[in-house]
């Protein structure tokens, strides 16, 4: 069977699928999946095994909602556990504290785990991500740390709700956004068709670059693991034309006990030729969710390139 033909019929019953599961979504609606050709980005990819993976576009247009919001936010609530403090942990998927976020003099502070603290110029409330512990996915949100001069500028990580200050217009807009945003959640699962092993660090810093919607090249540092946070690393749930990179809905530590479940067969069209993914089914020791599935960037091998 030819490739062309194999991939339109994986991607009606990927689809099909996908429409069923959820029949109640107002306003969804099928998205085509297709190879990309070159650097041409489409919105709907699927993986080597019929792993669907969607742009933001082909998000709303399957799902009628954003994969993502930003709001920023300029102040943290006192934090009742800290003495009242405005200092309140940062964790990841399997609710592990990676980072604190606080409030210094009036400015963000980023405080590694090892008492480093980093001023952070930016703080953006980023809507519901991956989480094993459903409680938390519920109520903490995703956030991303703008520190200049932390390694790879900073992180993500998720953040209680109650710490966004509902004091400020900028806080009470944030959390508004938060209530009405469903969220990804987790990936789709997938058998697991690799062994299970420690979650490697991707390593694509030093050998990887996404594409901006301007043409220019940009680092993808931050996909790397962040030893001074944890050693996290980030696994997203929709990847393809996103000019960065995808979109970070998990983290979890390197080492975590994972399987790789699917793959892109090709270089993404994001990159500059060197970048591809891999979609990984990651062990929670959590019984009501075994397993989170996400994709996360690799190198991608010489003998996957395609001409522009």
Known sequence: MRCATRCLILAAGVLAVMQSSDAASSGSKRVRCEQPSGYRVVDCRLGKHGTPDLSRRGWRARHGSEVTISKRID????????????????????????????IVRGRFGLLTLGGTRYRAGVVNVRGRGCAADFRQQRRFTLVQIIARSAPASGTQGFLDIAAVDASTPAGRAARAAFRRQRGTGCGPKGPERGRLRPLPNPRVGAVAHARLSSGKLNTVTEYDAKPLFGNIVYFSSNTTSVFVGGIARGMVRVGTPAAKVDEITRCDPNSDGTLTWRYWSIRTANPRRPRMYGWIPAPCPARSRRPA
């Open 75 to 102: 102040s943290l609530a006192p934090n009742p556990a800290a003495d009242g403090a405005a200092r309140w942990p940062l964790v990841d998927s399997l609710g592990q504290q990676h980072a604190s976020l606080e």
